[in-house]
């Protein structure tokens, strides 16, 4: 343990957990601009809140097919260049969707072609989102000493968390003090302008980091997976680790029902549960929640980011207790807290009560996700899985999660307008049936070794 370079294994998770800063801030800048798009293109063009929903959302459709695709990309070309690419796809979508009219449209005349290419650059984004959401922690859990392993993967959810708070920052100081009209006609594109800078330094830190010594073993080259395991776990244990991995890879590889079905449907029904409680409607439209409470503008803007900071506190504390207190039971603690804090909010807006104990209870919700939820389910998506079926079964997982996030995220606006209430109830709902799946079906994996895995869900 004590040959352990901590400095060397931080830097590389720094540079992995990048993508998720960019997965952070490339989801949640829509939540400044979205009433902006609204004004420009929705009701420009007379299109209904469904229309609005989707055209919100329509990075997921990009999610779904960046996830989708990433065990490919991860197996074929790497974990490195598939996150370089991710940073590439980041950087066209800031500046695309800042400014959609590139080339073939005229700025100020919406049309449908113009909200077509808004959606298309926003998908393009998603695709990035989607390859980093899966490839990040993947990067992470491959390269990380077991015994730290929690930690440093939930580091990834920490920087989405932060590139969401960064964000709103960014949206907050963009809007601040400016007229409506300024923000509908220029502040939005500043908003996703700012994307590019991030996006760039990505880009760059990904070239000096190595490939992960899981997949250099893949690939036949023991001699280069030792070399890294050397640098992070010093020659002794570098030696121990990658024989144990040899004897993970040197099998064929495996097909994805290889360890069972039970294994794969938990880290779907983790990625599924994770969105349908909700949790994305509260980053998503958290300005125009707050609004309707009764915030200014500037106001609502400013409750957002005491959100976020009441996000990444919680998140730290995630961190600090994972490889504590174990994967179970922080998720079963959390979906009793979101639990509470929706059905509250639900009672609060049956009863048409709007005000600081609806604040409250949003933040009881959202504190108890980023302890729990936010961090942990992709923490047990990057280490749950068998190295053999590993990529494929992370893909499949990670699609089935923006799947489910478009589906919630898109539906919102027009379950809004049916019955806030019902809203409300319906995620408060699905964490109660969160914390039985988590109690009846997720194996605490604190502490093993990811080539354990494959002992652990070995057919009997």
């Known amino acids: 343990m004590k040959q352990q370079n901590l400095a060397y294994i931080f830097l590389l998770t720094l540079v992995a957990t990048l993508g998720g800063l960019l997965f952070g801030y490339d989801t949640a800048v829509i939540s400044g601009a979205e009433k902006s ?15 609005h929903g989707a055209t919100v959302s329509s990075a997921l459709i990009g999610c779904i097919i960046g996830g989708a695709i990433s065990g490919y990309f991860a197996l074929k070309l790497g974990r490195k260049k598939s996150l370089i690419i991710a940073a590439i796809l980041f950087f066209i979508s800031a500046l695309g969707s800042g400014y959609p009219e590139f080339l073939f449209f005229t700025k100020g005349e919406p049309s449908m072609g113009l909200l077509y290419m808004f959606n298309i650059y926003r998908v393009i984004g998603g695709i990035g989102v989607g390859l980093a959401s899966a490839i990040s922690p993947m990067y992470i859990s491959e390269i990380a000493p077991a015994n730290i392993r929690g930690r440093l993967i939930s580091f990834n959810q920490f920087a989405i968390i932060f590139g969401m708070l960064v964000v709103y ?24 302008w700012s994307e590019a800078i991030p996006a760039a330094i990505f880009a760059l830190l990904l070239l000096i980091v190595p490939e992960t010594p899981r997949y250099l073993a893949m690939q036949n080259e023991p001699g280069k997976a030792l070399t890294v395991l050397t640098k992070i776990n010093g020659i002794d244990e570098a030696k121990r680790i990658l024989a144990e991995i040899k004897q993970t890879v040197d099998k064929s590889s495996a097909k994805l029902f290889a360890y069972g079905t039970t294994v794969v449907v938990i880290g779907i029904l983790l990625s599924v549960f994770q969105q349908f409680v909700g949790i994305n409607v509260a980053l998503y439209y958290a300005p125009r929640i707050f609004e309707s409470m009764g915030a200014a503008k500037d ?132 964490s109660i049936l969160s914390a039985i799946f988590v109690w009846k079906m997720v194996p605490e994996t604190k502490g093993r070794t990811l080539e354990s895995m494959e002992e652990l869900f070995k057919k009997k």
């Open 37 to 51: 798009i609204q004004a420009y293109l929705i009701d420009g063009l007379n299109l209904s809140s469904l229309a």
């Open 169 to 192: 920052f960014v949206n907050y100081n963009i809007a601040k003090g400016q007229s409506i009209e300024w923000i509908n006609e220029f502040g939005w594109r500043y908003m996703f």
């Open 299 to 430: 106001a609502s803007m400013l409750q957002t980011i005491v959100m976020g900071l009441v996000n990444v506190v919680f998140t730290v504390i995630a961190i600090l207790t994972v490889d504590k207190w174990g994967r179970k039971p922080l998720l079963i603690t959390g979906s009793i807290g979101m639990a509470i804090g929706m059905i509250a909010i639900s009672i609060l807006s049956f009863n048409n009560i709007i005000g600081i104990s609806t604040l409250v209870f949003i933040v009881i919700y959202t504190a108890s996700f980023m302890m729990s939820w936010g961090p942990i389910c992709w923490v047990l998506i990057g280490e749950i899985f068998p190295n053999k079926i590993r990529g494929r079964a992370i893909a499949i997982a990670v699609a089935a999660q923006w799947a489910s996030n478009y589906f919630i995220s898109s539906t919102y606006p027009a379950m809004m307008e049916f019955s806030g209430g019902l809203t409300y109830l319906f995620y408060g709902v699905m």
